[in-house]
């Protein structure tokens, strides 16, 4: 059964200038002495829906933590609507220097002015650095956008973290559901919002007008995210006590209520029977037609991967062994051979 079309909210495109949303260089993951991802390449064009598929322990799910700022890379870099998001750590020993620096200079001018006779500066700088310093350590928690490019001109990275990529516009599930169980399906897609609400603990606790409203939009935009995902009805039903196929659903409209530009799809149609996963292959097509959001997905249903990809990179080993659309790669032999088995081709 096809869900009935509904409103939902607005979710911008994302455009880059040369048509990528994502771009992997040279990406390589090991642990030890396994290398679980090697040197990859890899990028995914705007509006488009691309599968990543190999056999078991392939390092699929190892590339996606990387994406999804899980992982940091041994070697290589993944890129973000053009902006460097995920690498390994450049000079990182020197930001602590950065926090206290702005506190020292000010340490040592109004040390400097008690020495010329003006005690009453030092007494103002004392608690000035000790206020600078605060503000820093705090920015270096927060992270935000302008931080990092401050300190990414004084040659200081750092790779993006989990909540980076999702305010950066990067929405997840999981292999295995990663749902509030004890909360109702709303507040499970409430949750994904979180990112993306202004209201602070003030403005909570004096439940002032702009947080209420706030909260009331929030809260008739998870339930047409809901209903786009065909769980109208279901608001108040408690996570673990939906079905399977809904608790999948459930967490795609977690990750849409967070207005991504790239969603990131792990297994979504595992363990679902044929009905449920020709509706899930259906919604894949309209997240992509009616929101315009380019889709990333990991899917060992072959008849999923080649139904609705336009793209299909094939891993093994760890190393990108094919890629190319879904009929390149059903017919290439390396591919026969590593992941449909060798009689498949007969």
Same mark, same amino acid.
């Given at each position: 059964?096809?869900? =009935?079309?509904?409103?939902?909210?607005?979710? $911008?495109?994302? /455009?880059?200038?040369?048509?990528?949303?994502?771009? /992997?260089?040279?990406?390589?993951?090991?642990?030890?002495?396994? !290398? @679980?991802?090697?040197?990859?390449?890899?990028?995914?064009?705007?509006?488009?829906?691309?599968?990543?598929? *190999?056999?078991?322990?392939?390092?699929?799910?190892?590339?996606?933590?990387?994406?999804?700022?899980?992982?940091?890379?041994?070697?290589?870099?993944?890129?973000?609507?053009?902006?460097?998001?995920? /690498?390994? *750590?450049?000079?990182?020993?020197?930001? =602590? +220097?950065?926090?206290?620096? =702005?506190?020292? +200079? %000010?340490?040592?001018?109004?040390?400097?002015?008690?020495? +010329?006779?003006?005690?009453? !500066?030092?007494?103002?700088?004392?608690?000035?650095?000790? !206020? !600078?310093?605060?503000?820093?350590?705090?920015? #270096?928690? #927060?992270?935000?956008?302008?931080?990092?490019?401050?300190?990414?001109?004084?040659?200081?990275?750092?790779? &993006?973290?989990?909540?980076?990529?999702?305010?950066?516009?990067?929405?997840?599930?999981?292999?295995?559901?990663?749902?509030?169980?004890?909360?109702?399906?709303?507040?499970?897609?409430?949750?994904?919002?979180?990112?993306?609400?202004?209201?602070?603990?003030?403005?909570?606790?004096?439940? %002032?007008?702009?947080?209420?409203?706030?909260?009331?939009?929030?809260?008739?935009? &998870?339930?047409?995210?809901? @209903?786009?995902?065909?769980?109208?009805?279901?608001?108040?039903?408690v996570a673990h006590n939906l079905s399977y *196929?809904?608790?999948?659903? %459930?967490?795609?409209?977690? @990750?849409? @209520?967070?207005?991504?530009?790239?969603?990131?799809?792990?297994? $979504?149609? #595992?363990?679902?029977?044929?009905s449920e996963t020709v509706q899930m292959t259906?919604?894949?097509?309209?997240?992509?037609?009616?929101?315009?959001?380019?889709?990333?997905?990991?899917?060992?249903?072959?008849?999923?991967?080649?139904?609705?990809?336009?793209?299909?990179?094939?891993?093994?080993?760890?190393?990108? +062994?094919?890629?190319?659309? =879904?009929?390149?790669?059903? /017919?290439?032999?390396?591919?026969?051979?590593?992941?449909?088995?060798?009689?498949?081709? #007969?």
């Amino acid at each position: 059964m096809t869900a =009935p079309a509904v409103a939902v909210p607005a979710t $911008p495109a994302a /455009a880059t200038t040369d048509g990528l949303v994502l771009e /992997a260089k040279g990406v390589s993951k090991r642990f030890g002495g396994l !290398v @679980a991802v090697n040197g990859v390449d890899f990028d995914i064009p705007s509006g488009s829906i691309v599968s990543l598929i *190999g056999p078991n322990g392939a390092g699929k799910t190892t590339f996606f933590n990387v994406i999804a700022g899980l992982a940091e890379p041994s070697a290589g870099s993944v890129s973000f609507l053009g902006r460097r998001m995920i /690498a390994r *750590g450049e000079r990182s020993w020197a930001e =602590p +220097i950065v926090w206290v620096l =702005p506190s020292v +200079i %000010l340490l040592v001018l109004g040390w400097l002015a008690e020495q +010329i006779g003006l005690d009453i !500066v030092f007494d103002v700088t004392v608690p000035l650095a000790l !206020v !600078v310093l605060i503000v820093m350590l705090l920015l #270096a928690i #927060a992270r935000p956008v302008w931080y990092e490019r401050s300190i990414n001109r004084l040659g200081i990275f750092k790779s &993006a973290r989990p909540n980076d990529m999702v305010a950066a516009g990067i929405g997840r599930t999981f292999q295995n559901i990663r749902l509030f169980g004890s909360m109702s399906a709303l507040d499970n897609v409430m949750v994904g919002m979180h990112t993306r609400l202004h209201a602070n603990l003030l403005d909570a606790a004096l439940r %002032l007008g702009s947080q209420r409203a706030e909260e009331s939009a929030a809260h008739q935009k &998870a339930q047409r995210w809901l @209903a786009f995902v065909g769980l109208k009805g279901l608001e108040n039903e408690v996570a673990h006590n939906l079905s399977y *196929g809904d608790q999948r659903r %459930l967490e795609i409209a977690r @990750a849409l @209520a967070s207005d991504p530009k790239l969603l990131l799809l792990d297994e $979504p149609t #595992a363990g679902m029977n044929p009905s449920e996963t020709v509706q899930m292959t259906s919604l894949f097509g309209r997240i992509r037609s009616e929101l315009s959001l380019t889709i990333l997905l990991i899917e060992h249903d072959m008849r999923v991967v080649m139904g609705v990809s336009d793209r299909v990179t094939v891993l093994d080993h760890g190393e990108k +062994i094919a890629e190319g659309t =879904p009929d390149q790669v059903k /017919a290439d032999p390396r591919v026969i051979e590593a992941y449909l088995g060798k009689g498949a081709s #007969a």
